[in-house]
Structures are given as C-alpha cells and as structure tokens.
C-alpha cells in the first residue's frame, strides 16, 4: 500500500517561491535582504537535491513493495497503481529538478562547482530515469519555465534515456577535472572514485534495463559498450554500495520507513506470503537471509484459536499460512484488520534497522532494534553482479554468467548478513551460505535453455533486492521472471500495471498531459500484452 506521508521543507519552499517570482516583473529595486538563486548556497542546495533524493527513492519503493509482493497487496492493481498514487512524488522530482538547474546554472561559470553539478547531474539523472520507468514521458525540458510553458510539453522516455545517459559521461569528466570537494555529500564523502563507479554502474543499469530496445539508445554496439564498461571502475564490493543511510532520529522523522511502518504502531501491512515461501520452502534449505529480512512478532498458530487468517480453509489460497510463525497474506487477499497488527511477521534488521529474529517471539516495539537506523539500497555491488551475469547470458558480454551469479549472491550475503552487528547463535554461517549458493549453481547447471537460466538469475535477483522492489519491478517487466511469482488470488487474468498512471494532479494542472491506462508500457518494454500477471 502507498505510504501516506507530508513532505514540508520551509527552505525548500521558500527557495521554489523565489524560482517562480522571478519571471514577474514589478520594477523593483534588488532588496539586499533575499536571497537569490544565483546567491544561493551551492552546498546548501545540493543538500537538498540529496535529501528530495532518497524521500522520493524510498517512497517509490514503497509504492512497489506490493505489486512485486515483498508485501501483501490486499486491493486490485488498479488500486495500489492509481492516479493519486505518485502526487507527492511527482511534486518533489520537480522540486528538485528546478533546485537542479540552480545548482547547474552555478556551475557554469564557477569551476570550483564542477563536483558539485556532477553528484547534481547524476541523482537527478537517478530520479529521472525512476519516473520514466515508472510513467513513460515526462515533462522536462520546458518544465520550471511557467511564464514561457504554462503546461510543458511530455519528452519522451528514450529521449530522456539519451540525454542521462549524455550526463553520466560529462559528469565523470568533470569529476575528473574538479579541484575543490563538496562538503555536504551524504552518499561518498566527496570520494571521487566512488562516484565514478557509481556512474559508470548507473550507465550499465540504464544499458541492460533497456537492452530489448537498445538500438534506440543511439549507443553503438550495445555489447561493447557493457563491456567497456566492466572493465571501467563500477560498484564492485560493498565500500561503493550507493545507499542512503537512515537514522534512528525521530525529530525530524530520519528512520527508515519500513521500520516506522513495523516497530511504532503495531504492523499495519502484511508481508507477502510468495516472499517468505521463496526464502522459507523454494529450496532444500532456508535463505540464510531469512532471519535478516523479517523478524516474527508471536510464535502463535494463526490457526490455533478463532481463525486469525481468514483464507483458512479457503481453497482458492494459495498459501494462507506458510508455517513457522511466518504470519502473512497471499497475493491479492482483502480479508484483512483482524486484531492481528502485533501478531504479523514484520521487517526486520535488513535494511529496516529493525531487530534480528532469533526466537524472541515478542511484539516489535518491544523489541532490542536498531532503532529505524537502517538504509536504502540504492545500487549495490549485488544489483550491478546480477545485471551483469544477465548481460552476460543474454546479450554475450564478458564474463561468465554462473560465476557473475555467484558472486551477485555472494555479495548480497555478505552485506545482509554483515549489517547489524548481530551476534547471535541463530546467525547464519558461512556454511549456510555455501550450501545455498551451491543449490542455486546446481539449479542453474541443471536449465536446459537460457530462458530457464535467466529465470534462476532474476529470481535470485529477486530475492537480493529486497528492500528495494524498483529492481524488481523493472527485472518482472524485462523479462517475466520469477516464473513461478504468484498471481492474484482473486484474479487469474489480471492487468498488471506496465507502467503507473500519471499523478492526477500534474494531469489537472497541465494541459499537455492526457491521462493514460497502466496497460501502457514504456519503451523499454517490448514484450507483449499480457506478458506478466
């Protein structure tokens, strides 16, 4: 479900105000007492660009947990991807957009700003890219420009495409040609090697997420230009991971939103019952990550006493209950608010800054937690390993696609079972780890086509990305894997959204934009009409 939320920043929105008073004109003398957007403070701006970053990244994750069933979607896709689902959202990019080209027009005739516009360059060119996969064309170019384009004209989303993908390469440029660091750079620390493999990572993500439409992209040799770039410098071990990290701060509001979502109030979701047979019962062995990514608040049967679970019984359910306290809903079931808030199995220390499960069996705001400090995994070592073993399968780039799968899953352990300082006998072990790798290896050397190897790659994709379903989402979209996802429980023909619908606010606002079905794909999206469910 969407997580309802207020975004208020009194230095933003007084900064956006200054941006739209400056196309009028009252004949005033300059007033020395305000601030204007050629003054303004560049590290001050850029702060803000970072902060509308990781709000508007966290709230599209939300937006997706449930039709990628990391949570439970209890409504139609026609619900949870509705018109007012991305108001907020959309409000912000374009807040930032304009900060953007603030800090951009600075730029230009201040060299000591090179860094400064290339981090700009790039989480813009991040969010941009986002609300393209999620809605197809945007306004952009004549967007911020009200005087001259009171309804700004929709670019279309390979246009878009190009024109990023033109900005990750002169943003390495100049971080490669700055002299002075930023100061208020929350992801790196104004480490400019860092930011080159994170750019250079962000340009491969663009590259196979579009690589069923890649002779659009005005790229060359699609392959070759992968290639190129696994030989660059990418995100290729967990000190580059690009995350935003949480805190455990609740004025103002810094914890991770999964957690005030769990650990405040009593759960008000449901984790989704195919997510936890996935990591519970699809192999011989559990997910090693299991006790990371949720924690169980009570060790009753939800069957024991008056039916807790609704679906018990219940014939066209596929799961209702998995077992083992692992309390959640299948796949479309509306039966919910049964008293059972503190009873649902919930997030847990990865990435939620939640608490480890290891038997306590209590209520989550009762529990030791890291206090919401937890993190968005953005683009990790792990994302960029997968993406590159299905380069590898499907598109022949270097590399081999069993060993890329193995070290993407590696490399996914290795930071959720690092994360949290646990300590605990229930921890997994190394040995669980090479037990589960050596079951995914053995599956894969086991698929008789590449359709079927690329079904063991995404899926073990699937099951990493966790804590971030925009992965996910796009993957499902790309290549209709997992195969075996479940399918709404009260609907065997559904229409899965292939892209959202615009927010209903820009649409009443703005005459150049029509609203539009979410059977509309984006141009990346080339598979067919009914292609996943």
């Known amino acids: ?16 105000m200054l941006l739209s008073c400056e196309v009028s004109d009252f004949d005033l003398q300059e007033n020395p007492n305000f601030l204007s957007p050629e003054s303004a403070d560049p590290e001050f701006l850029l702060n803000e660009v970072q902060y509308l970053f990781q709000d508007i990244m966290g709230a599209m994750i939300i937006n997706t947990d449930d039709i990628m069933r990391y949570e439970a979607m209890t409504d139609s896709y026609g619900d949870v991807a509705d018109v007012a689902v991305l108001n907020a959202e959309w409000e912000r990019f374009y807040e930032a957009l304009n900060i953007s080209r603030t800090i951009e027009d600075q730029a230009s005739s201040d060299s000591n700003l090179l860094f400064h516009n290339a981090i700009n360059k790039l989480l813009l060119g991040y969010l941009t890219i986002t609300m393209i996969d999620y809605v197809g064309s945007i306004p952009y170019v004549e967007a911020g ?18 024109q990023v993908l033109s900005d990750i ?40 997420q579009a690589r069923l439409a890649g002779g659009d992209l005005n790229v060359g040799n699609l392959q070759s230009e992968i290639n190129t770039l696994l030989s660059s410098n990418i995100i290729d071990s967990e000190s580059e991971d690009f995350v935003y990290n949480h805190a455990a701060v609740e004025e103002p509001e810094s914890r991770h939103p999964y957690f005030t979502r769990g650990y405040i109030n009593g759960f ?19 997910d ?34 998995v077992g083992d306290q692992y309390w959640g809903l299948d796949h479309g079931e509306s039966r919910t608010g049964r008293g059972d808030n503190l009873l649902r199995t919930v997030y847990g220390v990865y990435p939620a800054g939640g608490s480890f499960d290891e038997d306590q069996f209590q209520e989550s705001p009762d529990t030791q937690n890291l206090a919401g400090a937890g993190f968005l995994p953005i683009l990790t070592a792990s994302y960029v390993k997968f993406l590159s073993a299905e380069a590898a399968l499907v598109l022949g780039t270097n590399g081999d696609p069993a060993s890329l799968l193995e070290e993407a899953i590696r490399a996914s352990m290795e930071k959720v079972l690092g994360f949290g300082g646990v300590t605990s006998t229930l921890a997994a072990t190394s040995a669980d780890v090479d037990d589960y790798v050596n079951e995914v290896l053995a599956n894969y050397a086991a698929a008789t086509s590449d359709e079927e190897r690329l079904d063991v790659i995404v899926t073990e994709y699937y099951l990493a990305a966790f804590g971030n379903s925009i ?33 209903d606010d820009a649409v009443s606002t703005n005459a150049s934009i029509s609203q539009k079905q979410n059977t509309v794909k984006v141009f990346w999206d080339t598979n067919p009409d009914g292609f996943i469910k």
């Open 268 to 286: 008000s979701q449901y984790i989704g019952n195919y997510f936890m047979f996935m990591l519970k019962d699809s192999k011989s062995i559990s």
């Open 1 to 16: 479900m969407k997580r309802i939320s207020k975004y208020f920043s009194l230095s933003v929105a007084a900064f956006l």
């Open 471 to 503: 992965e996910a989402y796009n993957a499902y979209r790309r290549t209709g894997y997992p195969s075996n996802i479940q399918i709404p429980i009260d609907d065997d023909n559904p229409t899965f959204p292939r892209s959202f619908p615009y927010a």
């Open 145 to 162: 420009n009200p005087s001259e384009f009171p309804s700004p004209k929709l670019d279309s989303g390979v246009d878009l495409y190009r």
């Open 169 to 208: 390469d002169q943003a390495i440029s100049d971080i490669n040609a700055a002299t002075f660091n930023v100061s208020s750079d929350l992801f790196y620390g104004s480490d400019k090697a860092k930011w080159i493999a994170f750019a250079n990572s962000f340009k491969l993500r663009l590259l196979v």
């Open 288 to 321: 090693p990550r299991i006790r990371y990514y949720l924690y169980r608040q009570s060790n009753e049967d939800p069957f024991s006493g008056p039916p807790f679970l609704a679906c018990q019984g219940d014939p066209e359910v596929d799961f209702c209950y």
